[in-house]
């Protein structure tokens, strides 16, 4: 949580701008690395989550790879010190320069979203001389049982190969022959919070692999995607459970020892060691309706704009007795709000506003929309250690 020296700090500097604890990244990588390593399981970040250098490179110094969904996202993962051996690439709409950067780099995996691209990815390795290793991702058509936007293992949604073409692959699999099809992929959604639909991929995953082994196609690795949630209600509980996270796929997984189980986790590394620090412009009143217009907007974050989704707004200034608030950014757009209906403490033009858990899916989303300037970032192990009169406030 942040500490009253850091609040002290954010008084002096313009606003709005991330803040990124640090410690916090360390310790849920910590957390995270522990809970794998017991298991052997292997971990790529998902850089889409937070692509920032300081983050990736604090990541990539625990010994995880990447899971990347560009050629941008691969490049900045080698720029940043990724072994390419530890790179896994993903997405249903990879360019054909995307998928030559990928085989030159000579990554770990690209997971295949389609019968075509396969045919894409072989035509480009057969011009380029190589064989490329590759992972089929299936949709698994489980329900996440999270947001629609961030729902992609369902039937329809446009992720993934259908079983149908599974099949269809696995009977011309001969043809493909610049190609090692030798990898599993799934990843069901986004912000998992009911850990049983989990449960449900190992259960779908199990038959995938039984089904590739009878017909008489090895599998190496399965790769069992990202989305593990954490709480935006209470960012105290800061880290994740990893343990039972990953003993889920431990107890329910029924392969042989000697497939390597991979996992792409985003969210629950970053997502609570971002803050969104913002400075409150105006109040307005109109009847019983109170709206605060703070100085950040959906152009900082846009995770309420688009996904309706709920971070936790505190009054860094202010301990005042409470008043409801309607909270919106400056942005000439009616979504552009953060929260309706929020207790905060009496606030007023010039109080800090800290908005938690921004971490993931925040800086990384930022754009320039009303040609505003793009966010800036500070980190804890940056601030310059102030003597500090007082106890820390909001551990
Ligand atoms: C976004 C994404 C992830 C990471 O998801 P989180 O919810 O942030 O853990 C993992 N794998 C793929 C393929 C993704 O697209």
Not at 17 to 28: I, V
Not at 140 to 168: C, E, M, Q, R, Y
Not at 255 to 268: A, K, M, Y
Request: charged residues 20%; aromatic residues 12%.
């Amino acid at each position: 949580m942040l500490n009253q020296q850091e609040i002290n700090y954010f008084e002096k500097v313009k606003t709005p701008f991330y803040f990124y604890d640090m410690g916090l990244l360390q310790k849920s990588l910590f957390a995270i690395k522990d809970a794998a390593d017991l298991y052997n399981f292997h971990l790529h970040y998902a850089v889409k989550a937070n692509a920032n250098e300081r983050i990736l490179r604090t990541i990539k110094g625990f010994g995880l790879g990447a899971d990347c969904v560009s050629g941008n996202e691969i490049q900045t993962a080698l720029n940043n010190g990724f072994s390419p051996h530890q790179i896994v690439f993903a997405g249903v709409g990879k360019t054909d320069d995307e998928i030559e950067l990928a085989i030159n780099s000579n990554i770990f995996s690209i997971n295949c979203e389609s019968v075509q691209e396969l045919e894409v990815i072989n035509s480009i390795a057969k011009k380029l001389n190589k064989r490329v290793r590759i992972a089929l991702r299936i949709n698994p058509n489980v329900d996440a049982l999270t947001h629609s936007k961030i729902t992609t293992g369902l039937k329809f949604n446009k992720f993934g190969i259908s079983l149908i073409d599974v099949k269809f692959i696995i009977e011309n699999i001969n043809s493909y022959e610049n190609l090692f099809i030798e990898g599993l992929h799934f990843h069901i959604g986004s912000q998992i919070t009911i850990l049983d639909v989990y449960k449900k991929l190992c259960k779908v995953v199990n038959d995938t692999f039984s089904y590739f082994t009878s017909q008489g196609v090895r599998i190496k690795h399965i790769n069992l995607g990202g989305g593990l949630g954490i709480n935006y209600q209470n960012p105290e509980s800061q880290i994740p459970n990893f343990l039972s996270y990953f003993e889920i796929f431990k107890d329910n997984l029924n392969v042989p020892e000697n497939v390597d189980l991979h996992f792409e986790p985003g969210r629950s590394i970053v997502g609570q060691c971002g803050y969104l620090i913002s400075k409150i412009l105006y109040s307005k009143t109109e009847g019983n309706n109170n709206t605060l217009i703070i100085d950040a907007g959906f152009t900082e974050l846009l995770r309420p704009a688009l996904y309706d989704a709920n971070h936790k707004i505190v009054n860094l200034s202010s301990r005042n007795k409470t008043e409801i608030y309607d909270i919106a950014g400056p942005i000439c757009e009616t979504s552009d709000y953060f929260g309706r209906a929020i207790e905060l403490p009496l606030s007023k033009r010039g109080d800090l506003i800290g908005i938690y858990s921004t971490g993931a899916y925040g800086e990384v989303m930022a754009s320039q929309y009303n040609l505003r300037s793009l966010v800036s970032k500070y980190y804890s192990d940056e601030i310059p250690l102030l003597p500090i009169a007082g106890k820390f406030l909001f551990v």
